[in-house]
Nanobody, 125 residues
Framework: VQLQASGGGLVQAGGSLRLSCAASGFTFSRYAMGWFRQAPGKEREFVAA????????NSADSVKGRFTISRDDAKNTLYLQMNNLKFEDTAVYYCAKDSKSFRFLVGAPVALDVWGQGTQVTVSS
């Protein structure tokens, strides 16, 4: 079971990036997935989540209206489209898998059993 995050980089404030998370070793479509981030000196925090099947999404207030989570089950890939990036979005971004299949998504997922390696997003002001 593996998650491979990619797409991070250096971008100016106001710019955009799209992160991808390629999944393998499990039936991707059956699991809710999430994005989290960790800035230097801070704890890891929830960014966005999407239910299995993609019908439901949740996101942190700090990214609402700017970030969009989506999934392509045919490609076993999770995405995070990030627009109007701010300096405070600078962090390492991680994708993660819910530990239980077909779980109903309520708020931020709390039981995650597989994490990607992280991809660095740096926003210059």
């Amino acid at each position: 079971v593996q998650l491979q995050a990619s797409g991070g980089g250096l971008v100016q404030a106001g710019g955009s990036l799209r992160l991808s998370c390629a999944a393998s070793g499990f039936t991707f479509s059956r699991y809710a997935m999430g994005w989290f981030r960790q800035a230097p000196g801070k704890e890891r925090e929830f960014v966005a989540a999407i239910s299995w099947g993609g019908a439901s999404t949740n996101s942190a207030d700090s990214v609402k209206g700017r970030f969009t989570i989506s999934r392509d089950d045919a490609k076993n890939t999770l995405y995070l489209q990030m627009n109007n990036l701010k300096f405070e979005d600078t962090a390492v971004y991680y994708c993660a898998k819910d530990s239980k299949s077909f779980r109903f998504l309520v708020g931020a997922p709390v039981a995650l059993d597989v994490w990607g390696q992280g991809t660095q997003v740096t926003v210059s002001s």
